[in-house]
């Protein structure tokens, strides 16, 4: 079994496409280059070469076998791999488990067996109704059917978060029927009554058919509160022609019973994936808010909190709208869902996943629910779109100086309009180069079919008339380049008046996060940068989810702009401390005034590009002094 840190190794190597050396995962782990080896061989011996190893290059995970450790791995190793198992069978079988069978058959002792039961009295917590019900030494799954599907769509979802998008491998955990042919009913339905759904979920909808069905094999019907089904009038909708279509083919094709409750179920399961039927102008809870009175809310927060202007975008209103919605109704029913990009969002993405914090919180305070990282995630999903769709407006302006007739000059324009239409627009074209016109039009790139020297600061690209995939890779680049410059122009100018040689500390010797952001934030407070609310937001924002990352960092802050002056107090541990999930040796603690947001934003772009670039954020973990560590970051 792998210990933390394996996993840890692996985590870093799937998120890195390119070569990592000993040297880098070390610094990042807090190891040395040598119980890296160690590990990496440990990983590779019982996980079929699951890492590739170079002398020149380092470490790379191997995808074929990441795919066929997946795969392969027949007999349940882990405890959640028994605990999975375990309920599979008490779903399935009528007759209970045999405790001394269940140890011989997963090759486990009697004591490992009793703490996997504890484990799964642990997983049943959310489902009210169910319980592990023990008599000698036989054991018995009871409760209702609706809370027996939601806990094995949930273990299912879990099971497969490694292999999302193998089709075949979810199939595989069906052995009664084909879950691809489920699929293809599903599809031809839905593109019938031209209905759509997001690609994830449609996923867990082929995974509740096909627990359903396999539930129906079994004889284990859902039973629905014919009150309740009136209520939501749901026989008028698109879903229940959905539903009922589905299960007429499934009747049909696996001679199983066609049940007007099964296609009741069905239909609810579509309207909540959907959020059809949602009234932006119901009360929500018990708060006197509604719906579209909250998203405006927090829409507003973001904007005071982080310059992020998102007040006008119906789609993003629509989408938190729908999804806080669909959020209260999980909650009201203790189902816990998780977000397959949670790592992803939180890490390479932290602006987002910040605003949605500052979101969460606002949904916390005012309708007294509890978010969790998983909804903290999902709201930055939506964020996320949003904000990318309004950087997609600032496109870089683009001159064209071709001396080709205009047909082929026409054919070679249309070709990078199609291609970069989402990050550059061409503002104008010329046959050739005049100075004060480009002035005039004031471009950030040059592409010319020519070789072209000029003493203008813009950047000049050579391409072939007919734009070939080496003309888009040399595009890219530039398109790229510009991104970095004006991040380095915009964070350069700002960063030596906030990361000040008062607030650098070297070898900081503390042991616990909370001795860290108590001695940081008495410091802002001593200088009289902060006042005494500070170092209680930076905790409290703590609390709802740590800032460490696993790449040996954190970044700490309060939940709203606070400072008398914008200031980065930085501090590197003499020793790496426990920080939430991960173990950290550096913090940067963000004290950003009110009216400067646009400064936190710049902050967390640079922070995602250190974070997709691991040899640039190891050599900053090296650092000796506060004149080091400033000129890596401006670099």
């Known amino acids: 079994m792998l210990n933390e840190r394996q996993k840890k190794i692996i985590k870093i190597l799937k998120d890195n496409k390119n070569w990592m050396t000993g040297k880098e995962l070390s610094e990042f782990l807090n190891v040395s280059d040598r119980t890296?080896?160690?590990?990496?061989?440990?990983?590779?011996?019982y996980?079929?070469?699951?890492?590739e190893s170079n002398v020149k290059n380092g470490y790379h995970l191997n995808f074929e076998a990441n795919l066929n450790t997946?795969?392969?791995?027949?007999?349940?190793?882990?405890?959640?791999?028994?605990?999975?198992?375990?309920?599979?069978?008490?779903?399935?079988?009528?007759?209970?488990?045999?405790?001394?069978?269940?140890?011989?058959?997963?090759?486990?002792?009697?004591?490992?067996i009793e703490n996997d039961l504890k484990q799964i009295k642990i997983i049943l917590k959310p489902y009210f109704s169910l319980k592990l019900v023990r008599r000698k030494n036989y054991i018995y799954l009871e409760g209702n059917e609706e809370d027996k599907r939601k806990l094995y769509v949930n273990l299912l979802l879990k099971k497969i978060e490694g292999n999302l998008l193998n089709l075949d491998f979810l199939a595989a955990q069906f052995p009664n029927f084909d879950l691809l042919d489920v699929k293809k009913w599903l599809e031809s339905i839905f593109q019938k009554h031209c209905y759509s759904v997001r690609e994830i979920e449609f996923l867990v909808i082929i995974i509740y058919t096909g627990v359903a069905i396999e539930r129906i094999l079994c004889h284990d019907y859902i039973k629905i509160n014919k009150e309740q089904e009136n209520k939501e009038n749901i026989a008028d909708s698109t879903e229940f022609a959905i539903a009922e279509e589905f299960f007429k083919k499934a009747s049909e094709e696996l001679n199983i019973e066609l049940l007007e409750d099964e296609i009741d179920y069905l239909t609810?399961?579509?309207?909540?994936?959907?959020?059809n039927g949602s009234n932006g102008t119901t009360f929500l809870l018990n708060s006197g808010y509604t719906v579209n009175q909250l998203v405006n809310d927090i829409l507003q927060d973001i904007y005071i909190q982080f310059d992020v202007d998102l007040r006008h975008d119906e789609d993003l209103k629509d989408g938190l709208a729908n999804h806080i919605q669909l959020l209260l109704e999980r909650k009201k029913k203790n189902i816990d869902v998780s977000n397959f990009y949670l790592d992803e969002l939180k890490y390479k993405y932290p602006l987002f996943f910040e605003m949605a914090v500052l979101a969460g919180k606002l949904i916390k305070d005012k309708l007294n629910v509890e978010i969790d990282?998983?909804?903290?995630?999902?709201?930055?999903?939506?964020?996320?779109?949003?904000?990318?769709?309004?950087d997609s407006k600032n496109k870089y302006k683009v001159i064209m100086i071709d001396p080709n007739n205009q047909a082929l000059s026409s054919l070679c324009i249309k070709k990078l309009q199609s291609m970069f239409h989402e990050r550059m627009i061409i503002v104008g074209c010329m046959n050739y180069f005049e100075k004060k016109k480009v002035i005039d039009?004031?471009?950030?790139?040059?592409?010319?079919?020519l070789p072209l020297v000029h003493n203008l600061n813009i950047l000049t690209v050579q391409i072939s008339i007919f734009v070939n995939s080496e003309d888009e890779t040399k595009i890219y680049q530039a398109l790229n380049l510009l991104d970095q410059n004006k991040l380095k122009e915009e964070f350069a100018t700002s960063i030596k008046t906030m990361m000040e040689p008062r607030f650098f500390y070297m070898d900081l010797d503390l042991d616990t996060p909370k001795e860290v952001l108590n001695f940081m934030s008495d410091e802002l407070y001593k200088a009289g940068l902060v006042d005494e609310n500070f170092k209680e937001s930076v905790l409290k924002r703590e609390e709802l989810s740590p800032t460490s990352f696993i790449y040996s960092f954190a970044v700490p802050h309060p939940l709203n702009a606070m400072s008398k002056e914008s200031k980065i107090p930085i501090a590197f541990l003499k020793k790496p401390i426990q920080w939430g999930e991960f173990q950290v040796k550096l913090v940067l603690l963000l004290?950003?005034?009110?009216?400067k947001q646009k400064t936190l934003r710049i902050f967390f772009?640079?922070?995602s590009s250190m974070v997709n670039d691991s040899k640039k954020l190891c050599s900053l973990m090296q650092v000796k002094s506060y004149d080091e560590f400033i000129n890596h970051i401006i670099e």
């Not at 890296?36 to 011996?45: A, F, G, L, T, V």
């Not at 996980?47 to 890492?51: E, K, R, S």
């Not at 609810?268 to 959020?275: M, P």
């Not at 004290?591 to 009216?595: C, L, P, Y």
């Open 70 to 112: 997946y795969i392969g791995n027949i007999t349940p190793q882990t405890s959640f791999e028994r605990c999975f198992y375990i309920i599979h069978e008490l779903l399935f079988k009528k007759n209970g488990l045999n405790l001394i069978y269940l140890a011989d058959k997963l090759f486990v002792s009697s004591s490992s």
């Open 36 to 45: 890296i080896r160690s590990d990496i061989e440990y990983i590779n011996r």
């Open 373 to 390: 990282e998983n909804d903290i995630s999902f709201i930055a999903q939506h964020i996320g779109g949003a904000v990318e769709r309004m």
């Open 441 to 449: 039009m004031k471009p950030d790139l040059i592409l010319t079919t």
């Open 47 to 51: 996980n079929n070469a699951l890492i």
């Open 605 to 607: 772009d640079w922070l």
């Open 268 to 275: 609810l399961i579509l309207l909540k994936k959907t959020g």
């Open 591 to 595: 004290a950003i005034e009110d009216e």
